[in-house]
């Protein structure tokens, strides 16, 4: 009983010790405006480190992964042609190329893909 109340005062206090020092280690020195600063190849900034996005560039981004994902599923379905039965794999192709296009048109008619308004 006595060592483990022995080790749990010892795992305690190594815990406590360790936890001050790397307090004392981790403070900031001084805050200066040229350590605060973001650095720009040795240019003082302009404008403000967060720059607006284009929510349209976003939408064009993620619509293009969608598209790239969907290219990596269809090309395996390409290869497994030949040793799949036809009488299911050609429903199951012309299934999942009409519901791509499907959302194609879907976002088409949301103006998804309509850059400048």
Do not use: H
């Not at 200066?32 to 996005?53: A, Y």
Request: glycine share 2%; charged share 15%; hydrophobic share 55%.
């Amino acid at each position: 009983m006595m060592t483990i109340i022995l080790s749990t005062i010892t795992a305690s206090i190594l815990s406590i010790t360790i936890m001050m020092m790397c307090m004392t280690i981790s403070k900031k020195t001084t805050m200066d405006k040229e350590k605060m600063s973001p650095f720009e190849c040795g240019f003082d900034p302009k404008s403000s480190p967060r720059m607006p996005f284009s929510v349209q560039f976003f939408l064009i981004a993620i619509l293009f992964l969608i598209f790239d994902i969907e290219i990596v599923i269809i090309m395996p379905m390409i290869i497994t042609m030949k040793e799949s039965i036809l009488m299911i794999w050609t429903p199951t192709m012309f299934t999942f190329i009409i519901i791509l296009i499907l959302g194609l048109l879907y976002e088409w008619n949301n103006g998804v893909l309509e850059w400048a308004k």
